[in-house]
């Protein structure tokens, strides 16, 4: 079993940047080859994932994060990343970090065990 904890979010203005992290809590021994990744639940819309790193280094990016969102992850720490820039209104939304038991790089959310309880992220026009 692991914990997730989520920091970072806030409140800030179109086109600026925000870096919530990450940090893993391992309460029982937990797999070597895992990933990290991040989603998202706007307003009244389903959780989408953003953006996910294996512990092996390998990111993966969905199409709303290509270009604007960097995902980075510190092993020994135990964190993930994501710092997000240009940031515009309709990525405001609760923002999660979601833990896999394997390497996995794609879009289903349900290959993920483990989630944190969110960070709100808010994004002024």
């Known amino acids: 079993q692991v914990q997730l904890a989520e920091s970072g979010g806030g409140l800030v203005q179109a086109g600026g940047s925000l870096t919530p992290t990450c940090e893993l809590i391992?309460?029982?021994?937990?797999?070597?080859?895992?990933?990290l990744a991040w989603s998202r639940q706007p307003p009244g819309k389903q959780r989408e994932l953003v953006a996910s790193m294996t512990s092996g280094g390998s990111p993966w990016y969905s199409d709303l994060a290509a270009g604007r969102f960097t995902i980075s992850r510190d092993n020994a720490k135990k964190t993930a990343t994501l710092q997000m820039n240009s940031l515009k209104p309709e990525d405001t939304a609760v923002y999660y970090c979601?833990?896999?038991?394997?390497?996995?790089?794609?879009?289903?959310?349900?290959?993920?065990?483990?989630w944190g309880q969110g960070t709100q992220v808010t994004v002024s026009s």
């Open positions: 391992e309460t029982t021994w937990s797999y070597t080859r895992n990933t």
């Open positions: 979601a833990y896999a038991q394997r390497y996995y790089s794609g879009s289903r959310p349900d290959v993920y065990t483990d």
